[in-house]
């Protein structure tokens, strides 16, 4: 069974950076896609970011692109987001999850999230 656990998340202010990873586990990943999400308080989850588990390819949401960064170590089975030029709207609380094969929707395993604050 697949699980996943966030860390890295806090308070920073706008301009600054943050770096969330997921640790998982519970099986080999291959030919998986790993990604991030994240819900605001009063809205509907949304995707952030994606990563393929085998070959590393990525995509980025239009709100994140250029600010975010995916990336996963298949050595130590983890998957980061890297957050620069954090702004008030990325506040959230972040979710990692997993599918298998490839696209931004129909994630099946979630971990249990991290808050991110971004003060202006």
């Known amino acids: 069974q697949v699980q996943l656990v966030e860390s890295g998340g806090g308070l920073v202010q706008a301009g600054g950076s943050l770096r969330l990873s997921c640790a998982a586990s519970?099986?080999?990943?291959?030919?998986?896609?790993m990604g991030w999400f994240r819900q605001a308080p009063g809205k509907e989850r949304e995707f952030v970011a994606v990563i393929r588990w085998s070959g590393g390819a990525t995509s980025y949401a239009n709100s994140v692109k250029g600010r975010f960064t995916i990336s996963r170590d298949k050595a130590k089975y983890t998957v980061d987001l890297q957050m620069n030029s954090l702004k008030p709207e990325d506040t959230a609380v972040y979710y990692c999850?997993?599918?298998?094969?490839?696209?931004?929707?129909?994630?099946?395993?979630w971990g249990q999230g991290t808050q991110v604050t971004v003060s202006s």
């Open positions: 519970g099986r080999t990943f291959v030919g998986y896609a």
């Open positions: 999850a997993a599918r298998i094969g490839w696209g931004t929707t129909d994630f099946d395993s």
